[in-house]
């Protein structure tokens, strides 16, 4: 069940700025929703190919990676949470490292001088001080009837303002720590415009014009991780392709698995 709200001024303004580059583009809102990623999902797999953003002032089934809820904050006074999906069309000659590419276009919008300590931790999240800022959820559907299709649903979900940890995996961490006066219309403004058009790249060009820009905000690199099965070693980075490189006892493994969680050595695994 969903209920349509009026949009905010910066929602003009976005749908302004991408509507050039990306003809048909529009921006809804909702105050309320299961989740943005699954609405966009259902029309996606009923035909949708129209390029849309999916704002939500609350949502109650929030999914991230694997299936694990994101459970968004909300207070009727100061929103502490923004949520949104977006969807595209996208033809990409190789699907890899796109959720690594899409980190680095969040990561250099809230945190353009990298002053705030934003870092990205393979594959989907934004850290900062190994707590947790942003999740990334990427999707893809074949509209019903026309296999040739493919259409990228990006949900993001941003601490905007203080969060408590209780029932978060990890403890939060929240953009106006260093943007006081942060917005979730300003944030929003301030992600996607850019977030379109490095999809757009990565369409063209895949994930190699973003490696080096991964790698200035690795939280991984050089430090010793655990993956989901048990196994550790040292992380030595992300590889052109977006694979995570980690040197274990049985040498150098290639991740790429997306069933696969990692975490620095002493941080809990979900």
Same mark, same amino acid.
């Given at each position: 069940m969903t209920r349509a709200v009026a949009g905010s001024g910066f929602d003009d303004q976005i749908a302004a700025a991408v509507a050039p580059h990306c003809p048909?583009? /529009?921006? =809804?809102r909702v105050e309320e929703i299961d989740s943005? $990623?699954? %609405?966009?999902? +259902? +029309? !996606? +797999? /009923?035909?949708?190919?129209a390029p849309v953003l999916l704002v939500a002032e609350r949502q109650t089934a929030g999914r991230g990676r694997l299936g694990r809820p994101w459970q968004s !904050?909300? #207070?009727? /006074? @100061? *929103? !502490?949470?923004l949520t949104f999906s977006l969807g595209l069309p996208?033809? *990409?000659k190789d699907w890899s490292g796109l959720s690594l590419a899409v980190g680095v276009s969040v990561a250099e919008s809230l945190d353009p001088a990298s002053s705030a300590g934003v870092r990205l931790k393979? *594959? $989907? #999240?934004?850290?900062v001080n190994d707590?947790?800022?942003?999740?990334?959820? &990427? %999707?893809?559907?074949?509209?019903?009837? #026309?296999? !040739? @299709?493919?259409?990228?649903? &990006?949900g993001i979900g941003v601490n905007v303002g203080p969060r408590e940890a209780d029932g978060l995996r990890m403890p939060p961490a929240w953009v106006q720590e260093w943007r006081p006066d942060a917005t979730p219309g300003e944030l929003l403004f301030d992600v996607v415009p850019p977030l379109i058009a490095t999809v757009q790249v990565f369409a %063209?060009?895949?994930?190699a014009p973003f490696a080096e820009r991964f790698a200035a905000r690795d939280a991984l690199r050089g430090r010793e991780v655990q993956l989901s099965d048990g196994t550790t070693g040292l992380c030595e980075g992300v590889g052109?392709?977006? =694979?995570?490189?980690?040197?274990t006892a049985a040498g150098l493994q290639s991740i790429t698995s997306s069933d696969v969680s990692v975490r620095p050595r002493g941080l809990a695994l979900p």
């Amino acid at each position: 069940m969903t209920r349509a709200v009026a949009g905010s001024g910066f929602d003009d303004q976005i749908a302004a700025a991408v509507a050039p580059h990306c003809p048909g583009f /529009a921006v =809804e809102r909702v105050e309320e929703i299961d989740s943005t $990623n699954t %609405e966009l999902m +259902r +029309r !996606a +797999r /009923a035909g949708s190919q129209a390029p849309v953003l999916l704002v939500a002032e609350r949502q109650t089934a929030g999914r991230g990676r694997l299936g694990r809820p994101w459970q968004s !904050a909300q #207070d009727t /006074a @100061q *929103p !502490a949470s923004l949520t949104f999906s977006l969807g595209l069309p996208l033809a *990409p000659k190789d699907w890899s490292g796109l959720s690594l590419a899409v980190g680095v276009s969040v990561a250099e919008s809230l945190d353009p001088a990298s002053s705030a300590g934003v870092r990205l931790k393979w *594959p $989907n #999240d934004l850290w900062v001080n190994d707590r947790k800022l942003v999740g990334i959820l &990427i %999707e893809t559907a074949v509209p019903q009837g #026309d296999a !040739a @299709q493919r259409y990228v649903v &990006i949900g993001i979900g941003v601490n905007v303002g203080p969060r408590e940890a209780d029932g978060l995996r990890m403890p939060p961490a929240w953009v106006q720590e260093w943007r006081p006066d942060a917005t979730p219309g300003e944030l929003l403004f301030d992600v996607v415009p850019p977030l379109i058009a490095t999809v757009q790249v990565f369409a %063209e060009r895949g994930f190699a014009p973003f490696a080096e820009r991964f790698a200035a905000r690795d939280a991984l690199r050089g430090r010793e991780v655990q993956l989901s099965d048990g196994t550790t070693g040292l992380c030595e980075g992300v590889g052109w392709g977006g =694979e995570l490189r980690v040197q274990t006892a049985a040498g150098l493994q290639s991740i790429t698995s997306s069933d696969v969680s990692v975490r620095p050595r002493g941080l809990a695994l979900p």
